[in-house]
């Protein structure tokens, strides 16, 4: 495999790094104003149920988005099929982690504050809204080995690579919109959100790999 990155890929790593680690700065501002814990989990009802000491949660969780968007582009850049990502889903990949660093940590922060933020709901509805932006994509991605569902079955051939992705499109994009139609119908009980969130989720993973398997064995026997 070709693990050969190129001198604007580096740039881009670079840029998203810095930018996963901007939130640091509004945790030296606000540093002395901060709650001792810091609830960095909640449960299905809203309820935060998951504490870090601050040290940690102010300037850990950037670090954190800084070692995944690493992780993340090293396997984006070596793909010796990059040719084939979707430009869209390119671009979601290299910004997706940065920008989630500059929502999710100073969320974060101003919650531990005080600050009454809406958390199931913005969840429920950035999930929706990743799923429908990648759902419309998926269809476009050619084969590679880091876009797109890299199943046994869909990496052995075009075909089975487009079908499967053609489908799990069209799932992603309806399971979407249910999300967040949920979470607005569902305001003042976003207990139901959070389970209705995992069962569409489970089913777009599992539907679209059945159904990769299965066009995969039908494809042998022909």
């Given at each position: 495999?070709n693990k050969r990155i190129?001198?604007k890929d580096?740039?881009?790593?670079w ?5 996963c680690?901007?939130p ?6 606000i540093?002395?104003?901060l709650?001792?814990?810091i ?9 935060a149920?998951g504490y870090?000491p ?7 969780l ?5 070692a995944?968007n ?5 396997r ?5 099929k990059?040719a ?11 910004w997706?982690i ?11 922060l ?5 600050v009454?933020?809406?958390?199931a709901l913005?969840s429920?509805?950035t999930a929706g809204?990743?799923?429908i ?6 269809p476009k ?8 569902l ?8 075009d075909?089975?690579?487009?079908k499967?992705?053609?489908l ?12 967040i ?5 569902l305001?003042n009980n976003l207990?139901?959100g ?5 069962t ?8 679209p790999v059945?159904y990769s398997?299965?066009?995969y064995?039908g494809?042998?026997?022909?």
């Amino acid at each position: 495999m070709n693990k050969r990155i190129e001198k604007k890929d580096t740039i881009i790593m670079w840029i998203t790094s810095f930018i996963c680690l901007l939130p640091i700065i509004l945790s030296v501002v606000i540093y002395q104003d901060l709650p001792v814990q810091i609830a960095v989990h909640w449960n299905n009802t809203g309820t935060a149920d998951g504490y870090l000491p601050k040290s940690i949660a102010a300037i850990g969780l950037p670090i954190l988005f800084l070692a995944v968007n690493l992780y993340s582009k090293i396997r984006l850049f070596s793909d010796p099929k990059r040719a084939a990502h979707s430009e869209a889903l390119r671009l979601l990949s290299i910004w997706l982690i940065p920008l989630l660093s500059l929502i999710i940590v100073p969320v974060t922060l101003f919650i531990s504050m005080g600050v009454n933020i809406p958390i199931a709901l913005i969840s429920l509805v950035t999930a929706g809204g990743l799923m429908i932006i990648c759902g419309n994509y998926l269809p476009k991605c050619r084969r590679n080995y880091t876009i797109g569902l890299k199943l046994p079955w869909t990496l052995h051939s075009d075909d089975n690579w487009n079908k499967t992705h053609r489908l799990a499109g069209i799932l992603w994009i309806f399971g979407g919109i249910i999300i967040i139609v949920s979470a607005f119908l569902l305001t003042n009980n976003l207990v139901y959100g959070v389970p209705l969130t995992i069962t569409v989720v489970l089913i777009l993973a599992i539907v679209p790999v059945m159904y990769s398997f299965f066009l995969y064995k039908g494809q042998e026997k022909q």
